[in-house]
């Protein structure tokens, strides 16, 4: 059974930064392409950044330069790390192995 459990989020003024973080189980991980997604109300989820088993990344052009993905094989964790945020970043983040499973979501929320 596979479970993603997601942490990090919350609520965080422009320009600040927040990490999350993503707890895999009943995977083998470090075989497993990941990825953050987001979704705000109304809206299909689109994808944030990828990482592959190799250490190769993908990412958005709208977070490109802001956002890094990284992941900790040992740990079976994913991070996402997010710099210089902004409203329109404001969203609920899911967690993603290979293109099948997801967790839970965590939102986040950038504002003044």
């Known amino acids: 059974q596979v479970q993603l459990v997601e942490s990090g989020g919350g609520l965080v003024q422009p320009g600040g930064s927040l990490r999350l973080s993503c707890v895999a189980s009943?995977?083998?991980?470090?075989?497993?392409?990941m990825g953050w997604y987001r979704q705000t109300p109304g809206n299909e989820r689109e994808l944030v950044a990828k990482?592959?088993?190799?250490?190769?990344?993908l990412y958005a052009d709208s977070v490109k330069g802001r956002f890094t993905i990284s992941r900790d094989n040992t740990a079976k964790t994913l991070y996402l790390q997010m710099n210089s945020l902004k409203p329109e970043d404001t969203a609920v983040y899911y967690c993603?192995?290979?293109?099948?499973?997801w967790g839970q979501g965590t939102q986040v929320s950038v504002s003044s």
């Open positions: 990482i592959w088993s190799t250490g190769s990344t």
């Open positions: 993603n192995a290979n293109e099948e499973d």
């Open positions: 009943g995977i083998v991980f470090r075989l497993s392409v």
